[in-house]
């Protein structure tokens, strides 16, 4: 069964810091994916990785995927307070499964 | 990418009543998915809605309190049944579409609180 893992749960940061949000998975996933989720909204699709070593990035966000360590990493750089919401990372065998997700409060 | 309508967006309801969650897909997507929301919490799988047969639920979840059905490769609903205060929660469909290079796309989710 597959388990994910994710922190930290919480995270405040300043603007202009960097940061990574770690997902550790328990068993082989087919790909993993990263949302962001808006007080109140849905689940934004982020990133999805495919394969190992992949590396994708958008903007101040840059996921990647070592499935040797069964681990990915979401990189924020130069946080800005927009960045500020919920991330959640999942691993799929057919079905998604979310870590607890990351919650992320950029301060000026 | 998929395009999905979730009705209702919310509602309130009381305690020991139904409420049916639609969900309608602008294209046909053989995989179709359930989450519930908990307050401040994650999201949990409840179950695969299945065309033509019966839903695939995970681990807690039964069919005699979350039934769902999947008549077509576009819809499927999902009914929360007997209603409790602890159902209150973020009730998500989600698809797979053929392909999937943009991954599981989730509807707006239909806000549910039971008083």
């Known amino acids: 069964e597959l388990k994910v893992e994710q922190n930290p749960l919480f995270l405040s940061m300043q603007e202009g810091k960097n940061y990574t949000i770690y997902c550790n998975y328990s068993t082989t996933s087919d790909r993993l994916y990263w949302y962001r989720q808006d007080p109140g909204k849905s689940l934004e699709s982020l990133f999805v990785l495919l394969s190992n070593g992949a590396v994708k990035q958008e903007g101040r966000l840059m996921a990647s995927l070592d499935t040797k360590a069964r681990l990915s990493t979401l990189h924020i750089t130069a946080a800005v307070h927009d960045l500020s919401a919920t991330y959640f990372c999942g691993g799929s065998q057919g079905n998604l499964i979310f870590g607890k997700g990351t919650k992320l409060s950029v301060k000026p | 990418s998929a395009v999905i309508s979730q009705k209702p967006s919310r509602d309130i309801c009381q305690r020991g009543t139904s409420l049916t969650i639609q969900c309608q897909v602008d294209s046909q997507v053989t995989m179709m998915f359930w989450y519930r929301q908990q307050p401040g919490q994650s999201l949990t799988l409840i179950a695969t809605?299945?065309?033509?047969?019966?839903?695939?639920?995970e681990s807690g979840f039964v069919i005699d309190k979350f039934p769902i059905s999947r008549p077509n490769l576009t819809f499927s609903t999902l009914t929360v049944s007997n209603m409790s205060p602890e159902d209150s929660s973020i009730y998500l469909c989600s698809v797979f579409p053929t392909g999937g290079f943009y991954g599981y796309t989730f509807g707006s989710g239909t806000r549910l609180t039971v008083v």
């Open positions: 809605a299945n065309q033509g047969s019966e839903a695939t639920y």
